[in-house]
């Protein structure tokens, strides 16, 4: 069974910054490129970043780019985002997808507060 | 970057009524590999998003098949054929032909 378990979310305040993980089972994690996504509450899906199966290419949305860092660990079947500079707007559920958009975790809150 | 305009964004239906939704992205979603990729999500509430529908038409597993899509370039739309009380939640339609990927607004399905 396909498994995506983020960890890392708390209360931070503005300026700081926080490190997601992402650990995945069920499916042969170096095969697959990796998606993070975030959802403000009560709003829409933000597509954040996109890391390739081997970290050869990498993408980020506007919001994020210069702020955020997406990375992988194969040996360690994990998925990583660095958050730098966070700011209120940043303040979501954040879940990690298989390249596809097939497979979700149950997201992990990020609230950036002072 | 593209963007994706989803339309209507609430639709009220009975159980049994089939619907439609739209999804125009501001440019052409065909890769140069041939493929479109356009796929629909359902977001049931309190649950992360469901795959339902992959490159524009491709039925994802163990999804109903009164779910179909259908489009092709910058149009597109999820038909659902014989609306379910399950089926109630928020569908996007979601592009990772060009990067920076994005996501449609969403279309809010209450049942009557």
């Known amino acids: 069974e396909v498994q995506l378990v983020e960890s890392g979310g708390g209360l931070v305040q503005p300026g700081r910054s926080l490190k997601l993980s992402c650990v995945a089972s069920?499916?042969?994690?170096?095969?697959?490129?990796m998606n993070w996504i975030r959802q403000a509450p009560g709003k829409g899906l933000e597509w954040v970043a996109y890391?390739?199966?081997?970290?050869?290419?990498?993408y980020y949305a506007e919001t994020v780019k210069g702020r955020f860092t997406i990375s992988r660990d194969n040996a360690k079947n994990t998925l990583y985002l660095q958050m730098t500079s966070l700011r209120s707007e940043d303040t979501a559920l954040y879940y990690c997808?298989?390249?596809?958009?097939?497979?979700w975790g149950q997201g992990v809150m990020v609230t950036v507060s002072s | 970057d593209v963007v994706l305009t989803q339309t209507p964004p609430t639709l009220s239906a009975t159980i049994g009524q089939s619907v439609s939704i739209s999804c125009r992205s501001s440019?052409?979603?065909?890769?140069?590999?041939?493929?479109?990729?356009l796929n629909w999500l359902l977001q049931r509430p309190g649950q992360p998003p469901q795959l339902l529908i992959y490159?524009?038409?491709r039925l994802e597993s163990g999804v109903p098949n009164r779910f179909s899509g259908s489009g092709s370039g910058t149009d597109f739309t999820l038909k659902i054929s014989g609306v379910e009380a399950e089926d109630l939640g928020v569908y996007y339609c979601?592009?990772?032909?060009?990067?920076?990927?994005?996501f449609g607004s969403g279309t809010k399905l209450e049942i009557k």
């Open positions: 997808a298989r390249h596809r958009f097939d497979y």
């Open positions: 069920g499916f042969t994690f170096s095969n697959y490129g």
């Open positions: 890391i390739s199966s081997g970290s050869s290419y990498i």
């Open positions: 440019q052409s979603l065909l890769h140069s590999n041939g493929n479109t990729y």
């Open positions: 490159l524009v038409s």
């Open positions: 979601v592009q990772s032909t060009h990067a920076p990927f994005t």
